[in-house]
T-cell receptor, first 115, second 112 residues
Framework: EAGVAQSPRYKIIEKRQSVAFWCNPISGHATLYWYQQILGQGPKLLIQ????????DSQLPKDRFSAERLKGVDSTLKIQPAKLEDSAVYLC?????????????FGDGTRLSIL | SQKIEQNSEALNIQEGKTATLTCNYT??????LQWYRQDPGRGPVFLLL?????KEKRKERLKVTFDTTLKQSLFHITASQPADSATYLC???????????FGSGTRLLVRP
């Protein structure tokens, strides 16, 4: 089966600019996650969708970050305006459901550099 | 708050030896732990899951243990190979939340 697709792979922007990332999960996966991974750290959950509804966005900086999952399939994550501390890899993951023990399947991420 | 800790220092071992990685957690008793492998420039890949009522889980050369008394999980790779070189992440999820909390990972280097 095809894996989780993300684009772009790399993005360089200046602070205060805006940026958007796109994710296409594995077909049939109801749950979609966006993570932020800063160099040397583990992934940190930003937002979790179940179909097209938000399950958890407690760690999403809502003053600058937004995410949507239209029609319960693809998702976009946007940052506006970007800050220097947003430099990180943004990972998208999906799973069949959100039940206990469901493994998450990750894409290879978008590496964002803020100048 | 819940915390999960992995050794930040890289583990450097000789090919053929057993690699043992440690994951400690505090301030919570998770229902299960997951282990992932992450290669440079790639996303994490799921390896194994172990539940709180399981003492040990095996998959080919991989073995995971879960000690709820010590609040610790050990991840073993037997007969290690240079291809096993990667960062290994542990993660747990609380019953009361859908959120998966990751450790910072331990980098494993296997010398030929």
């Amino acid at each position: 089966e095809a894996g989780v697709a993300q684009s772009p792979r790399y993005k360089i922007i200046e602070k205060r600019q805006s940026v958007a990332f796109w994710c296409n999960p594995i077909s049939g996966h109801a749950t979609l996650y966006w993570y932020q991974q800063i160099l040397g750290q583990g992934p940190k959950l930003l937002i979790q969708f179940q179909n097209n509804g938000v399950v958890d966005d407690s760690q999403l900086p809502k003053d600058r970050f937004s995410a949507e999952r239209l029609k319960g399939v693809d998702s976009t994550l946007k940052i506006q305006p970007a800050k220097l501390e947003d430099s990180a890899v943004y990972l998208c993951a999906s799973s069949l459901g959100s039940g206990v023990g469901q493994p998450q399947h990750f894409g290879d991420g978008t590496r964002l550099s803020i100048l | 708050s819940q915390k999960i800790e992995q050794n930040s220092e890289a583990l450097n071992i000789q090919e053929g030896k057993t690699a043992t990685l440690t994951c400690n957690y505090t301030n919570y008793s998770p229902a299960y732990l997951q282990w992932y492998r992450q290669d440079p420039g790639r996303g994490p890949v799921f390896l194994l899951l172990i539940r709180e009522n399981e003492k040990e889980k095996r998959k080919e050369r991989l073995k995971v243990t879960f000690d709820t008394t010590l609040k610790q999980s050990l991840f073993h790779i037997t007969a290690s190979q240079p291809a096993d070189s990667a960062t290994y992440l542990c993660a747990f999820r609380m019953d009361s939340s859908y959120k998966l909390i990751f450790g910072s990972g331990t980098r494993l280097l296997v010398r030929p």
